[in-house]
């Protein structure tokens, strides 16, 4: 599986970025996708995450209600439309896949097998 995303800049706080991430090298639809973020001195953590068919979507607090996951099956990529971003949301945001353990599995915050190389998004204020 390789994993490619794009998208991320330097951005004014309550601005908007929208991260995209081409899935290749196996079958999308077998994979529950997630976003991550890793600031400065932090670690890494989930920001959002959709189940195989887009029907399931899960986000951390911090970002309810600004950010919105969402993917196109057909043209294998998922997206983060990310709205109102504020200093805080820097950090280097990466896709990952998870493959699904049985049928409709989903497991947002679960272990993820693998990882685009991340894109950076920078908010000032």
């Known amino acids: 599986v390789q994993l490619q995303a794009s998208g991320g800049g330097l951005v004014q706080a309550g601005g908007s970025l929208r991260l995209s991430c081409k899935f290749s090298?196996?079958?999308?639809?077998?994979?529950?996708m997630g976003w991550f973020r890793q600031a400065p001195g932090k670690e890494r953590d989930v920001v959002a995450a959709v189940n195989w068919s887009g029907g399931r979507r899960d986000y951390v607090d911090s970002v309810k209600g600004r950010f919105t996951i969402s993917r196109d099956n057909a043209k294998n990529t998922v997206y983060l439309q990310m709205n109102n971003l504020q200093p805080e949301d820097t950090a280097v945001y990466y896709c990952a896949a998870r493959l699904s353990r049985f049928y409709d599995d989903y497991d947002p915050f679960g272990q993820y097998d693998h990882w685009g190389q991340g894109t950076l998004v920078t908010v000032s204020s």
């Open positions: 090298g196996r079958t999308f639809t077998y994979y529950g």
